[in-house]
């Protein structure tokens, strides 16, 4: 694993040039629950709606390693009543894949879902195939929780989705052994604004 600094931020509307800019990734857009018989395609238009739905998010990052843009973050569906927000993650190019980025993100994602938002529970959905994804949850606390059989179909294939899940007590055991656990984000953002 590469010593990366990894950094999450707001989006920015500089960020439709990186993301129209991205090659194209078969891996990624499979991981991603994406058709096999309908590639992904990029366009100035498509990137920057991608931008404004990432900003529109209630916790919507984009990920840096050492001040590059590599990806995106976001809770969504979240419930004060419930305590509970759903995650989402994604790295956007391979080279960056199995270094321990998406890993950093999710746990000061975490810390900010803990403690800023007051959340008491965090899951997510991740298909059964994604090995690289489920590893990386684990690592960060989460545990699986059911499995959604056949929930997802890929051109002619039918795939099972894997529920996983993290609580508050959880996260703060997790943290407690391993301090720097739970960087949070905002510390990270303040020193991140001047850079792009």
């Known amino acids: 694993m590469t010593d ?3 950094t999450l931020r707001p989006p920015k509307a500089a960020d439709a040039d990186w993301h129209a800019a991205l090659p194209i990734s078969d891996q990624i857009h499979r991981m991603f629950g ?3 018989d309908s590639p992904s395609t990029r366009s100035r238009v ?31 569906s979240v419930s004060m009543a419930d305590q509970s927000a759903s995650l989402a993650v994604g ?7 199995g270094r321990g980025i998406g890993r950093r993100a999710i746990r000061q994602t975490l810390a900010h879902a803990f403690g800023t938002m007051g959340l ?14 489920i590893r ?10 059911g499995t959604l059989r ?8 039918r795939h099972d989705d894997w529920i996983m899940a993290i609580l508050a007590p959880e996260f703060a055991q ?14 990270k953002e303040s020193n991140n604004d001047d850079k792009t």
């Open 46 to 76: 498509v990137s920057e709606g991608w931008c404004t739905w990432l900003r529109d998010q209630p916790f919507g990052r984009i990920i840096e390693a050492d001040g590059r843009p590599v990806g995106e973050i976001r809770l969504h």
């Open 34 to 36: 994406g058709d096999p």
């Open 150 to 157: 056949a929930a997802v179909r890929l051109g002619a294939t």
């Open 91 to 97: 790295l956007l190019t391979e080279e960056v894949l």
């Open 136 to 145: 990386c949850y684990r690592a960060c606390g989460f545990r699986h929780e």
């Open 120 to 133: 008491y529970r965090v899951s997510l959905r991740v298909l059964a195939f994604n090995t690289r994804a």
């Open 4 to 6: 990366f600094r990894v």
């Open 174 to 187: 997790i943290t407690k052994r391993s301090p720097d656990h739970g960087a949070t984000p905002t510390d």
